[in-house]
């Protein structure tokens, strides 16, 4: 086998690795996401909910933002489908891990998602 060969062969072994590799780190779309009462959840989540079904006024600029699922953990929609609003940490320094996903019109589509850590898992909200 000459050098070029064991350069290409090696490239594509390498290819494979990676391409195996980031298969595995990829989010699972579509996945289940538990239901959790909102009597459950921190008080300050009820309090949020509230603010955007009225349509704010809202503590931080961001709030109403689009939030992209770049985590994939959500249900698949259109980019500008989903909308995050912070959930407020007590003592926190700033907005905190916390946030609600809303789909659709945040005001009415009864569509809630909650994360305690910065959108590593999503519940939705039942109320």
Known sequence: MNNFSKRCWLFFVALLFSCSALAKEAPSSGSPIADVAISTLPPEVAQTLKL?????????????????NYEGVLPGRKRGYY?????????????????IIAGG????????????DHYRTFQRIRE
Do not use: C, M, W
């Open 52 to 68: 955007i079904k009225q349509g704010g006024p809202y503590l931080y600029a961001k709030d109403g933002i689009v939030f992209g």
């Open 83 to 99: 909308h995050e609003f912070t959930v407020i940490t007590p003592h926190a320094r700033n907005r905190g891990a916390r946030r």
């Open 105 to 116: 019109n945040p005001q009415t589509s009864g569509e809630y998602f909650y994360t305690g």
